[in-house]
């Protein structure tokens, strides 16, 4: 009678611990899934930023519209060698997104 009580106990773990590995294995697959969520939030981000920024270049210089890369870059290097814009580049300050989104 002893052994079948052990054996039930036995069984009983054995059986909590499938349901302890069922549950574990699901939390893992939803902080997975969170993970690729915001990493394809953050790439999301970037990608309407980069079209946001190239968007304002090209109206501000509306020659660049059609041109290949090859062509936007010169025009970018050239603009550096205007006297001043180097310059105004590289002490130039973003203010942080906190101050500007209110």
Do not use: W
């Not at 773990?13 to 899934?33: F, G, P, T, V, W």
């Amino acid at each position: 009678m002893a052994d079948f009580t052990k054996l039930e106990a036995a069984r009983r773990e054995r059986d909590d611990a499938e349901l302890s590995l069922k549950q574990a294995e699901r939390q893992i697959n939803r902080k997975n899934n969170q993970i690729a969520k915001i990493e394809s939030d953050e790439r999301k981000h970037r990608r309407h930023m980069l079209c946001t920024k190239g968007a304002h270049i090209e109206y501000i210089f509306p020659v660049i519209k059609d041109s290949s890369k090859t062509d936007f870059f010169q025009f970018c290097d050239g603009l550096l060698k205007i006297p001043g814009v180097k310059e105004y580049a590289r002490n130039f300050k973003p203010k942080p997104i906190e101050e500007v989104v209110k």
